[in-house]
């Protein structure tokens, strides 16, 4: 079992830079892979970034690749996603997700509980 809290949204205006965590408990942290899915309202769940295990290796969507950044400290068991150039349609909730590996999908066996952000125009 894995437990996931993330932290680190709000309001940001556009052009503007956010760094959302989640800290995850459990001892097997490291050999999980670590994922950034967002929410619009009225839109399906979707895929942002994710990290493999050892972090050797990190995966973005198209609409995220070149502003966003995703990390992990194996030794805090927490995951980042630092977040720059944010635009309008970068508001939704981001959730952090645990898998045991990296699927593009939301098919992902642990869940956050989200965290909002907020871009003004």
């Known amino acids: 079992q894995v437990q996931l809290v993330e932290s680190g949204g709000g309001l940001v205006q556009a052009g503007g830079s956010l760094r959302l965590s989640c800290a995850a408990s459990g001892r097997t942290f490291s050999s999980y892979a670590m994922g950034w899915f967002r929410q619009a309202p009225g839109k399906e769940r979707e895929f942002v970034a994710a990290?493999?295990?050892?972090?050797?290796?990190?995966y973005y969507a198209d609409s995220v690749k070149g502003r966003f950044t995703i990390s992990r400290d194996n030794a805090k068991n927490t995951v980042y996603l630092q977040m720059n150039s944010l635009k309008f349609e970068d508001t939704a909730v981001y959730y952090c997700a645990a898998n045991g590996v990296v699927v593009l999908t939301a098919r992902w066996d642990y869940w956050g509980q989200g965290t909002q952000v907020t871009v003004s125009s």
């Open positions: 990290i493999n295990w050892s972090g050797g290796g990190t």
